[in-house]
């Protein structure tokens, strides 16, 4: 990514490619994939990795595609003891969205099954974790969300 792009430029320009608007009438779904890793590297790159993830997530938004945000957990100088505590509010907002924000810069990963991309999410909880959060809206809105080592996996419960 250029750092001087200007990216509701660049998402302006992929549309007149790909058609006007949201999702509808589009020739291509785009998706898309980020490494946290480079926040852990020089403010340059953190820089460009911010501008990359929030142009791509905009992209795949407005494209019918999925953004995955993969951790290989490459530095082993992460303490993966222990979760930070946070305060999420979300009102009203697609799952996909709820997850990217709430697991963005973290060690966290997250892998969903397209049915469950769209539910929309409204949740205030202080004092929480990002294990915990996903617990609790999984258990509201009947998701199947497992974790495996950084990755969380998300898919609807069948049947039920």
Known sequence: MQPDLDVNEAVSAVDRLNGEGVSAGKLVRIHG???????????????????????????????GGTFEIVDFA???????S??????????????REFVHNLIA??????????????IMI?????NTTVSAT???VGEVHN????RQGDVFYVASRSGE
């Not at 490459?74 to 993966?80: K, L, P």
């Open 82 to 95: 222990s979760e930070e505590r946070l305060s999420v509010q979300s009102p009203q907002v697609p799952f």
């Open 33 to 63: 994939i980020a490494f946290p890793n480079i926040f852990m590297g020089p403010q340059r790159f953190q820089e460009t990795g911010n501008k990359y993830i929030s142009y791509m997530l905009a992209l795949t938004q407005r494209n």
């Open 134 to 136: 996903l617990q609790r």
């Open 74 to 80: 490459w530095n082993s100088q992460i303490d993966r």
């Open 105 to 118: 810069n973290t060690i966290y990963g997250v892998a969903m099954h397209e049915d469950v991309r769209d």
């Open 143 to 146: 998701l199947n969300i497992e």
């Open 122 to 126: 409204t949740t205030n909880m202080p």
